[in-house]
């Protein structure tokens, strides 16, 4: 698989969206403990990413360049680098709490997807054993 551009995260959501997909056909499965972990894991880091967005929105406002018109273009490139931009430091949080999100769904349907088949197949086996 051919590494993406630097900075190009869709990629990323994309073979997660596609992982998820599985998920939810039960194609991908977890162990319990395992995928609990994962999926405390992915929270803890959505949370350490929601806490740099108010972050990245103060980088917007910057000072201290001079007075020089030079200055002034190069404060304004740095703001937008902040939180304007195609590449702005908001938006990559935003689409990296999104991939995150992503993934502790996925670890959650891979778990229940187990969990379900193991219930319906124990409840399968106490038919048999019925008589059933």
């Known amino acids: 698989m051919a590494e993406p551009a630097q900075g190009d995260i869709q990629p990323i959501l994309d073979r997660w969206k596609s992982l998820k997909t599985r998920a939810e056909g039960g194609d991908l499965r977890l ?31 910057l000072s201290g360049f001079g007075s020089l018109s ?13 939180g304007n931009s195609d590449d702005s430091a908001k938006k990559r949080i935003s689409q990296s709490l ?3 999100k992503l993934m502790k769904e996925t670890y959650e349907l891979a778990i229940r997807k187990l969990t379900d088949t193991d219930q319906s197949t ?3 086996f106490a038919g048999l054993g019925n008589g059933d």
Request: proline share 2%.
């Open 70 to 82: 030079s200055a002034e273009s190069l404060r304004g490139k740095f703001a937008s680098k902040a």
């Open 98 to 100: 999104e991939v995150v």
């Open 31 to 61: 162990d319990t403990e395992t995928g609990q972990q994962l999926a405390g894991h992915a929270e803890r880091m959505y949370s350490a990413l929601e806490e740099l967005v108010p972050q990245a929105q103060r980088l917007e406002h």
């Open 122 to 124: 124990a409840g399968q």
